[in-house]
């Protein structure tokens, strides 16, 4: 069979399929409007079953199922007092609620499917809208949904929200649809473009972890509760954020040292709290990314584009972003605030960013030096600000753009022999390495990879696996200490061997480049080696500060998600559905 005969087939067999799902609608519609179909049985057998296996897939998807929290906000809330009573006070009236719903790609293409239901079974009224679709296919990544409410007393009010199915009576309308129209459809989601969250109202909706978790809002997860391999870790890490003196909302802004947003302290909360579910914690989390736009963002004056306040104030696009701004542009950070709150504040933000970069590109890469292969970590915050650009608007401009950068990081891991992204050395810090040509740092590495995944989470460019395997190979074999027990802080210096575990507490960042090999590969190898170097990681944290607990936070749940696919992981990591 010559090659266009092979790739039509697959054509015609979705043709036939359609004709044979469609035969009984023609037969009524030609003219015989109250003639019966034919029945199924009558069709000849070869072709009855399938007939029968497309009668079967077009039918709707029976509803399925997100358990919704409503958490109360007591001390924001004032009762109203009760008319005919002086003194006594009625429950506080009904407020607007809203919440961003995460999906994972494939499993929602239209808002209106969503329905909520109350712990009584009785159907609420909600309004909603999507907030970003996975570009690959275009099914919804995040939908923002809104309801009015009364904060629960008691304790946490639980909701249910389908999704999937139809409602009774089709789909809804527009919010801008006759009322009778909108009326008739109150059970299931008015479709509303100007709809607006309340991310910080007094009632609090969140999801439990496992939603999260499946849902790859923002990577792979595992619910802190489900992780039976690292306890040591979830426990350390919370009890270090509250132990941390001074506090960690104590720190302000810092051009020249570890500023409190240091690797993207939004994104490591927002992490924490897709690990646990709970409204405290999404609190936090929301708290961290506003004070991030407040504080730490400048906008121009048409605020289509910002940069970080350490950059110059007469900064332009033809001026290459300094090294200091490209790693406090916290792009993943803001994604992360917009995809769980449908804040259009998190949503400018990270639009902004991303403008400012794409035109400054040309700058970067094609002046006395390329600026972005300086270090690792400057390509790495570049690819980041630049996917979350194109997550919110996935334009083909933008993917052409993200994938040059994919182009030239294949090219510079390719000009080598080791797996690494070679580079001097001395360029980049003099006072850690006098010499050294051609080298590499592991945890600036890391950061590469884990812009690396997310460009592979919104594109599928198969060249990424290669990319990530070589690079955990040259971690685990020439960047690693010789006691195995850590990374070289950097590696091909040759004034300073750096082979000591002194700086174990960077393997928490570094670990989940093995996870992403794994993810990519299925060879279970890279997860032994990743589990070794986590049990060091996690026995040496060290998390005295922002910096160095955002430092340990912003990747090693993803590496928990990675390793979670193994087959022997699952009674250690397994999703735990409802919790």
């Known amino acids: 069979m010559d090659a266009q005969r092979a790739k039509s087939r697959p054509t015609a067999r979705r043709q036939l399929a359609a004709l044979l799902v469609a035969a009984p609608l023609l037969w009524t519609s030609c003219g015989r409007p109250s003639a019966r179909a034919p029945a199924v049985g009558r069709v000849e057998p070869r072709v009855r079953a399938v007939l029968q296996a497309h009668i079967v897939a077009a039918r709707p998807a029976p509803p399925r199922k997100i358990p919704l929290l409503l958490v109360a906000d007591v001390a924001g809330i004032a009762p109203a007092p009760e008319k005919g009573l002086p003194g006594a006070a009625a429950p506080p009236a009904e407020v607007a609620v809203s919440a961003a719903v995460p999906f994972a790609p494939a499993a929602l293409r239209d808002v209106r499917l969503l329905r909520l239901r109350d712990d009584r079974g009785a159907a609420v009224p909600i309004r909603v809208k999507p907030l970003a679709v996975w570009p690959q296919d275009r099914s919804i990544r995040s939908a923002l949904v809104a309801f009015r409410a009364a904060p629960p007393t008691g304790g946490p009010a639980s909701y249910i929200l389908d999704y999937g199915a139809p409602p009774p009576g089709g789909l809804p309308q527009r919010a801008d649809a006759p009322a009778t129209q909108a009326a008739e459809t109150a059970q299931g989601a008015v479709l509303d473009e100007a709809l607006l969250p309340n991310p910080d109202g007094p009632i609090a909706a969140v999801l439990p972890s496992s939603w999260y978790a499946a849902s790859l809002v923002s990577g792979p997860q595992v619910p802190a509760l489900d992780d039976r391999r690292f306890p040591g870790f979830e426990a350390g890490i919370e009890g270090a954020l509250l132990r941390m003196t001074p506090t960690y909302d104590a720190y302000g802004v810092s051009c020249s040292g570890a500023s409190r947003t240091y690797y993207d302290g939004p994104h490591a909360l927002y992490q924490r709290f897709l690990r646990n579910g709970d409204a405290a914690r999404y609190r936090r989390a929301r708290a961290e990314a506003v004070w991030y736009r407040q504080h730490e963002l400048r906008f121009s004056p048409d605020r289509r584009l910002a940069v970080h306040v350490c950059e110059r104030e007469d900064w332009t696009p033809a001026a290459p972003l300094s090294w200091q701004v490209l790693r406090r542009m916290l792009a993943q950070g803001m994604l992360d605030d917009y995809l769980l709150t449908g804040d259009p504040a998190a949503k400018e933000a990270v639009l902004a960013m991303g403008e400012a970069l794409r035109q400054n590109l040309a700058a970067l890469t094609g002046g006395k030096e390329d600026v972005l292969r300086v270090t690792e970590r400057n390509m790495g915050w570049a690819m980041m600000t630049l996917s979350s650009y194109y997550a919110l608007d996935p334009r083909p401009e933008l993917l052409s753009m993200l994938r040059g950068l994919a182009d030239r990081t294949v090219a510079w891991q390719q000009q080598g022999a080791s797996g690494a992204f070679e580079h001097d050395l001395s360029r980049a810090d003099p006072e850690e390495c006098e010499r050294g040509p ?89 997860i032994e080696v990743g589990d070794a170097l986590a049990d060091v990681g996690v026995q040496e944290m060290l998390v005295r500060d922002p910096k160095h607990w955002n430092q340990a936070m912003r990747a090693f749940g993803r590496y928990l998600g990675y390793r979670a696919a193994l087959p022997s992981a699952g009674r250690e990591g397994q999703l735990s559905a409802g919790r």
């Open 438 to 526: 051609r080298g590499g740092s592991p945890f600036m590495t890391a950061l590469l990879v884990d812009a690396l995944m997310d460009y592979h989470a919104l594109t599928g460019d198969p060249r990424v696996r290669d990319v990530v395997a070589r690079t955990a190979g040259w971690l685990a074999e020439r960047a690693i200490t010789s006691d195995r027990r850590a990374f070289r802080y950097l590696w091909g210096c040759e004034t300073d061997a750096y082979d000591d575990s002194g700086s174990a507490d960077l393997n928490l960042l570094i670990v989940p480049v093995f996870g992403a090999a794994y993810a990519l590969t299925r060879e279970p190898r890279w």
